[in-house]
């Protein structure tokens, strides 16, 4: 006789169909895509997309919804109160509870409190920071993050919980804040797309003397476009610089427009605004190169979409796919080396077809090769398994 499969509530500030959150949507989307068939999900989330107050086209708000194979309550912006909240976990029935975020206040926070306050039931709980525990992502907002850090430690909010992290860089990050036991930790990656697709080979159209960069991200300080722009300045011959994404900084975005305007003649700047998920892989094989080069990533999802398009990458060193010149995928410098990206950048202008075409292929290698390691799949399954016994 087969086990019942067991329910996991997650609880997270974004989810399908937005996108404008980029990477913790992804993360969810790849969970459910190899996972569903063994555990049964359900998801509370608001609304609406990062940034908008439109409820998405499609659902039904305040209600179970049935979409993308799971179980979906799209909460209205009136009822993200703690009452409301409080009711709808206490009468949904689970087993583990996932929230993939740390500081949302609404869906992470409220719950937390609820069961400190015993007016939810307890149950087995795993929160994935995200990358929010990077000492640049703590620098937004400092003082109220530290202030209610502190409230946080006081009351024990966070005590209890297992956590999932994507690296030991993430764990140390995590460590420096709460004083959290290594049995209470998980390292395992996050979760790649599912390969139920042709990976078709990219052919290279990269002309000598030209090149074609492209950006894609949230627009926020944390991404570094404006850093990205700095190193441009350095940059000989044709080059084309993209950028996709929201502007969730709308300050930090104008900042980057006005140094937009200092860059020389032979450096063409276009922003194309947000792209959907679905559009990614299209738009990346346009360009030539993902010019990324982020102060913290703590996975990087857009990353593993260019090596999966066939386009290699020049990034910082503050992600977990390093030593990308070993594997003719791109390259990771370090952050603070202003020569190095000039460097690499004038020498990716000079590159010819052929040249491009290992990197290409080196770039696609790297993605199949950790699509297809099951030992991820597997890792992330036992979590929620023995957490639920």
Known sequence: MNKPKITVLILTPYFLPGYKAGGPIQSLRNLISHLSNRINFKIITPDHDLGEKKTYSGITSDRWNRVYGVDVFYLSDKNMTLPKIGHLIKH??????????????????????????RRIPRRPSILAPRGEMAPRALQLNKSKKKIFLGVARLLNLYSNLHWQVSSKHEKEQLRNIFSVDNNHIEI???????????????????????????????????????????????ARGQVTFDIYGPKEDRTYFDLCMRLKKELPKNILINYHGPVSHDQVSTVLQQYDFLFFPSKDENFGH????????????????????????????????????????????????????????????????????????????????????????
């Open 188 to 234: 395992i990656p996050n979760l790649p797309p599912r390969l139920d697709f042709e990976v078709k080979p990219r052919k290279s159209s990269k002309e000598s003397g030209k090149v074609r960069l492209v950006f894609i991200s949230r627009i926020a300080p944390i991404k570094n476009l404006y850093g990205a722009l700095t190193f441009l300045k350095e």
């Open 302 to 389: 857009i990353i593993l979409e260019a090596f999966l398009s066939g386009t290699p990458v020049i990034i910082s060193d503050r992600t977990p796919w390093l030593e990308l010149d070993k594997y003719q995928a791109g390259w990771a410098i370090e952050l603070e080396d202003r020569q190095r990206f000039a460097e690499v950048l004038n020498y990716c202008v000079k590159m010819n077809t052929s040249e491009h075409q290992k990197l290409c292929e080196g770039a696609m290698n790297v993605a199949l090769n950790y699509l297809n390691d099951g030992r991820i799949v597997e890792k992330t399954f036992e979590m929620f398994a023995r957490l639920a016994r």
């Open 92 to 117: 949904t029935n689970h087993d583990v509870r996932y929230y993939n975020s740390f500081f949302y206040p609404y869906l992470t926070i409220y719950p937390l409190l609820l069961e400190k306050m």
